[in-house]
């Protein structure tokens, strides 16, 4: 019985990094969080110490400034790939490499001035668009896109009933309720050289769309639906995983005031919450390798 | 010298509620957080926990929940109003009313479903519309509007010079410097009978636009322009208070890699961080009362 | 009716420091987060954009560190006089400067080394210490000292009945119930030259007892004794504020599933929580000036 | 080419739960919060939104309740083992179950009432003890018990060199930093029989004491101590992972102030940071199943 080291990785987690691109006096921003792991022959520095194997993670922070400037930033997946393929092909011990990112959207701020002047910006909303890839030396690459914090509201089109019951069952049956949750998605692509932001709007709207059209009768269902979708829609993608938190909304009980309360007003809940995760894929999708790690 | 009792409040904070309406098939929906604070003769119950004249937190959770059903939820200043009134002239040991309300806004999910049937939503982005209401027994009544986690960014058109040096100084000079900040902002009404909603959207307005028009010598200045040009647009305003982080963006200096960087590549800094915040104000605007408070 | 500045400030906020001592192998650690704001004649750099007066935010970064090395950083009171002092006194346009400063603790971690070297530490704690001081080139200084963050609970010794009811009232009286707070306690020094250091100490002490101690009738009672404590015992202190949530814990009806719950199995709420606000003071407490802003 | 389901559960997250326990005058407190989630035969949920398989997650919270109240909680592995085995046990749709526990430390407020007398208490710290245990069908039990948000220091006796270093380091190497880290540690049991309070306090200690005593030549080789440390000591932990954020800490050049800087004032920055991950383990450790996920 012997202590052996196991799975690691290490990187720089959280770069910051804003790109202005300058058309004329017409700007452009890219807003990122990139974050990269690295791993392979890293032995020596675990026992004992001997760093021989380890390009800093300095170096990592470093390198994704250099190559923004060097290679600009336009698909968040394809500066993954940059960047990944490059630890794996410079650095001999790193076996494989994991990249990570972040993009935050920004709309412009419409004013009067001039059309070639346009530099000024605002924060649009909260969803946050996603990526983690991987670059293995054997040459695979895997990218996984996704988007959070997308919240959605179906204030009717929602029942909840048939459900199993034990002895520790209160709830009633539903049969018109306020579904709403905050989703967070995450599509598998078949190869590493999808065309990533027609694909991402157009899986965004797949995504809304399906929440927003499905009579749900659980949001299961209304969650396989969302993934079934984005299948039928787009043929780079080969699996879609979901995570969504069922936020209840609870009709306020306001018989005691002498009121009704034809589901009007709601009480929005913080915890507990439902959490139903799932993934919808095609069945002959290719391997998924390390792409969800 | 003996021990007395101050200033005093209290309440039910954040309270969650969202109210459903619905005009046949097609629903909106209204989400707001609302947080009442009570003060007056509420000596007893803070020396021998008498509360004969505390009127429970858990009731003005009710009441809030009741009020949307019987008066609905238009404008949250108006919401407000009507709760902090209610208080006052309901409880005679209630001298005071203090409500405050975030809302959270949400567009619909476009859909090619028929226009008569509408029900689904998204959460629009960052910012929160707020207002903080005071009624007292004397009469008064103030109204705060404002917002926050507005993120607007200027990637040129701002410079930083001619500022105070002494032994610790070290900042150079910026001719060109992004600027970015997250807005927070309350406005003062000089009545309580603006309309709230378009008082809103056109300060909002203001807000936006003069952060883009101003060319930058500093973001005291732009603070200044942004309250002056809510001031000058909208007579029902009195007084404008914003605070604005300085939310830094230092140009990466890629010297070390044989790169330029021509203000493209930044490093989106955490902390510390710039904070200014200030006030604008009509020279005849009314007494503020305990509005800010 | 004219567009005028009002209040203003502005500096460097959350300049993150850790400083180290070396007794030896023996070390001490000292962490904090230090947020300055300077206010006076600026009135140039808001309608103009001239910046002589201003002593850049970076500067005033610069200065924290600078000065922890100068004169090391013992009380967090004493470290935000020397630089608020500083500012008034080297400035001619800063009349008035703010400096409030958070700071987290650590204890050691115990091991079985050489007792001459010591240098590992642990977070202790969720609890923050606090302090605002104001300086004003008038000669007046106010210190505020503070604790955020302390979560206390009573598991009995709590009731809260005899309220006012209306026509929203459905709570029922309680005669025995779990109390729950995080307290945010400041509280105001007769001068700037307390011994800040055992004060803290003592007041944490007091408040912590006096919640326990006090067998409550309302969250307010608790709150003013807590106050009444540390006035009663520390002369040094002539004013206490302090805010509470009453974070909510409700007995779970277990009957559905034939059980009884004598007051043992509790759903802690999040939100909406009771807020209670109060300030307890010396009825000959000097003026406050700005010690609350 | 069909569209499928792939893996899938749902259940109900974050029921926050405190159990008093009274000893005569003496209170016991238990704060946790339940996440539970359930498998197994829930395809027709997903496509046709038939919940005859589905167990609510309004019933797993009201178990979760029951439980508490009719078996008590003492050790979350213990109390989680419970939940999930009940959940497969009874639900034959349901074949496997996944229940995570966090637990809040609280500490007795030391007061001078009678020894009798203890009801009062204060949050002891950021840290908090976490598990997660798997329960199959066929039988199979996994138990992993960790911990988060433990955030330690080492003021020296860190060092890192000897890198590897390619076109984008600029790193130096250091041959004396400090090292800060807020640990995040999981463990996997041999058995779902530890003596999980035990187990847990001797695992904190081990991992706390190796931290200390590890003269550190890169945090990787401090990660694997750690986890061989508990692998040595406890021979009812076959695995140990660990995620450590490198909290970077900059000694401030304050060359320009004419100061030197001898290690003694630091910057302590939030982003980018180091992130090493990395598993420690016995070579005969028996199969993990799913205990990771």
């Known amino acids: 019985m012997a202590v052996i080291l196991g799975p690691n990785r290490y990187g720089k987690a959280e770069t910051r990094l804003v790109r202005v691109v300058r058309d004329g006096g017409v700007h452009h ?61 410079s650095q001999p011990a790193v076996h494989h490499a994991r990249v990570e990112i972040e993009e935050y959207f920004w709309d412009r701020i419409p004013t009067q001035g001039p059309a070639d002047e346009r530099h000024s910006f605002v924060r649009s909303g909260r969803e946050v668009r996603t990526c983690v890839v991987h670059h293995d030396r054997d040459g695979t690459s895997t990218v996984v896109s996704g988007l959070k914090n997308l919240m959605v509201l179906n204030s009717t089109g929602s029942e909840f ?86 936020k209840h909304h609870f009709p306020v009980d306001l018989t005691p005031f002498g009121l009704d309360n034809p589901d009007e007003v709601f009480y929005a809940a913080d915890r507990p919450y439902g959490l139903i995760e799932g993934a919808v894929l095609h069945d002959d999708a290719p391997a998924a390798h390390c792409a969800w790690d």
């Not at 807003?31 to 993670?57: C, K, Q, W, Y």
């Not at 994704?64 to 698909?75: E, I, L, N, S, W």
């Not at 905050?182 to 899986?203: C, L």
Request: charged letters at 25%; a negative charge; aromatic letters at 8%.
């Open 29 to 89: 921003i890219k807003d990122i969080n990139v974050s990269s792991a690295l791993s392979g022959d890293m032995r020596e520095t675990h026992l004992r110490g001997d760093n021989a194997a380890v390009l800093p993670t300095d170096t990592q922070k470093n390198t994704t400034y250099a190559f923004a400037r060097k290679h600009g930033v336009d698909q968040i997946e394809d500066f993954a790939l940059l960047l990944a393929r490059h630890y794996v092909s």
């Open 161 to 246: 009933h048939g459900f199993a019951v034990d002895d520790y069952t209160t709830l009633q049956p539903a049969f018109d309720r306020v579904l709403a949750t905050e989703v967070s998605a995450a599509w598998r692509h078949v190869s590493d050289g999808s065309p990533f932001g027609k694909s991402y709007s157009e899986v965004r709207r797949c995504l809304l769309e399906a929440f927003a059209d499905t009579h749900s009768l659980s949001l299961q269902q209304t969650l396989y639906a969302m993934g079934e979708r984005v299948l039928q829609a787009r043929g780079e993608i080969c699996e879609v995983r979901l995570a969504m938190p069922n």
